[in-house]
């Protein structure tokens, strides 16, 4: 089917992190393979696999040392091979993830270009002289730090937008460009059936690199302003397109910080000749700090009135024209329930995790599951830094605790519970047993320590589970298409409540009336249901149609 992707749900699965088969601690190829049983119950279409390929692991597989290689960790492409079979006889379609914007240090394309001027894979990388014995401009880098290394051989400073081990590529070379795009060929060729782009909309730099604003006070400028959907930005995705995509019969989404409703109708026209789907980050800056120069790290809530701001006007500005992926979870960002939800008791954390579900799995786009997230996995709350694993919350406390002074450490330690991406990382909850089922090792990153009660052996022998509920919402989406097509719409006079969300879909035969609850209070009132209307969906047993109870989420059908 032409556009297969947009009735489709998609699953994320951290290798490190979804089932270790070997006692080394670090999940692997052969035991997602082994799950894939379990992710086909739920009933999505698509596993994106987070990178797999050789790597030195500085920032989890995200700085990729060879493409056409398996990390030795996660086990050989034997491994992958039969992974990708297994997943295709179950009818799932696998998706991998690419990471082009930058490579690992040890990729040998850098080891090359490292080597000197005249190596002819100097030109892969973006290499510039200082200015005055300084850097060759103020930004800095996404992961704290400056956004240049000099490297005392060659007299010359590379650009690395994340860790200094992952320099950035110059897709201004016509080279690194087909060498990207051979190398897409070649997973297509081999079965693959699409790729999730990472920070795709960073790969177009700006003419000359000029400084970036920056504030007395701040010691580097945030580039991303000049990076992000830069210049040639869709020159580079449209060649790309040519050259890979229309090849294959392929499913796209891109990695997009900075992306706004205007770009996104680029990035992912419905005329198909970029991607078909752009991750869209505003919604993900709405609990941030009030003081920029903290970014994300506050342990502030959402407000429900933003939320429905942003989700609806990314509803509106897409439709007819683009496509949205809808996505509240991923390894980069905090465990949903715990940031958005209420994870503070046992029935609030099932009700409020089935009631974000519902906000979500109703909107058009096509919606991304992450691993855990469908059985309410929460965040780990590490007490000590020494719990901490990803670089860059390690590298945000120094950098605002020990170097800028600009948070205590008690505070530091609570917000890093409530931001760090150490919270999605967290091993996989499958039992009981120790460990979770997830390894019989020593894990590489500490377990949340409520696996005995949150884990999927639980969720699958309670019809009440979060999971159950997950796997009812995909079943919705497959069966009926007015949650693919229907236009939305908020409901009458619902933009003034603090409280409820409330948004219709549409289309000729149908609608779907979704009234949630964001509150755990009781609330005396309610949006008025037509008298035909059937209850289609629920996380409370029974319907009241005067009140609205904690975090009580229903879908209309008329
Ligand atoms: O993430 C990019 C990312 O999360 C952005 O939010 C980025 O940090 C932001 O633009 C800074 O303002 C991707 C991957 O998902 C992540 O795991 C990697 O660490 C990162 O790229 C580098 O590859
Ligand atoms: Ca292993």
Redesign the pocket.
């Known amino acids: 089917m032409d556009n297969w992707w947009k009735n489709s749900v998609v699953y994320q699965v951290y290798p490190a992190s979804y089932q270790d088969s070997n006692g080394d601690g670090i999940g692997d190829l052969p035991g997602i393979t082994k799950r894939l049983d379990y992710i086909k119950k739920l009933g999505v279409d698509i596993v994106w696999l987070s990178p797999i390929y050789k790597s030195p692991q500085v ?2 597989g ?2 990729i040392s060879d493409y056409r290689a398996i990390n030795p960790d996660f086990g050989n492409m034997e491994d992958f091979d039969k992974l990708l079979e297994k997943a295709h006889d179950l009818g799932l379609k696998i998706m991998m993830d690419l ?1 082009v ?2 490579t690992s240090d040890e990729n040998k394309w850098f080891e090359e270009s490292r080597k000197g001027k005249d190596n002819p894979y100097r030109d892969y990388y973006i290499w510039r002289d200082g200015k005055d014995g300084q850097a060759p401009n103020n930004w800095g880098s ?1 992961f704290t730090g400056p956004a240049w290394k000099y490297d005392q051989d060659s007299g010359q400073y590379y650009l690395h937008l ?1 860790a200094p081990q ?1 320099p950035d590529l110059n897709w201004e070379n016509p080279n690194v460009r087909h060498t990207v795009y051979d190398m897409m060929n070649w997973w297509a060729d081999k079965g693959v059936d699409g790729f999730r782009m ?2 795709i909309s ?1 790969i177009s730099k700006p003419e000359g690199l000029p400084d970036a604003i920056k504030s007395k006070d701040e010691q580097y400028g ?1 580039p ?1 302003a000049l990076v992000a959907n830069g210049k040639r930005e869709h020159e580079f995705l449209q060649e790309m397109n040519k050259n890979v995509m229309s090849k294959h019969q392929m499913v796209t989404v891109g ?1 997009a ?2 992306v706004t409703t205007e770009e996104a109708e680029k990035y992912s026209n419905l005329n198909g000749n970029e991607l078909n789907m752009v991750f869209q ?1 505003e919604h993900m800056g709405l609990d941030g700090s009030k003081n920029p120069a903290l970014g994300r790290w506050s342990n502030r809530k959402a407000l429900l009135s933003d939320i429905r701001e942003n989700l609806t006007k990314w509803q509106l500005a897409l439709y007819g024209k683009a496509w949205n992926s809808l996505y509240w979870n ?3 960002q905090p465990r949903v329930v715990s940031r958005f939800g209420d994870d503070s008791t046992e029935e609030y954390r099932v009700l409020s995790a089935k009631m974000l579900a519902t906000m979500l799995h109703f909107q058009q786009g096509t919606p991304y599951i992450f691993e855990g997230e469908e059985i309410g996995m929460t965040n780990a709350y590490f007490k000590k830094l020494s719990d901490y694993v990803d670089l ?1 919350s390690i590298n945000s406390y120094h950098q605002l605790v020990d170097e800028q002074d600009l948070l205590d450490a008690p505070t530091m330690l609570k917000y890093l519970g409530m931001h760090s ?1 150490d919270n999605a990382r967290t091993p996989m909850q499958w039992d009981a047993t120790e460990n979770a089922g997830f390894s019989t090792g020593s894990t590489w990153e500490k377990m949340n320590q409520n696996y005995k009660e949150i884990n999927v052996s639980k969720a699958l022998d309670d019809p009440n589970s979060i999971f159950y509920y997950y796997q009812e919402l995909i079943r919705l989406r497959h069966q009926l298409p007015v949650i693919t097509d229907g236009k939305y719409e908020l409901v009458e006079r619902n933009e003034d409540d603090p409280k409820v969300y409330a948004y219709t879909r549409r289309d000729k035969e149908t609608t779907l009336l979704v009234i949630l609850n964001y509150t755990k209070e009781n609330l005396e009132r309610n949006y008025s249901v037509p008298e035909n209307a059937k209850l289609l969906i629920s996380n409370y047993k029974d319907d009241q149609d005067d009140r609205l109870r904690p975090y009580e989420a229903k879908v209309y059908q008329y």
């Open positions: 920032d989890n995200y700085d990471v914007n930058h996404f994340f992952q990472d920070v960073y945030n991303e990695e910080p900075a980050f991923n390894h980069d860059d991406r």
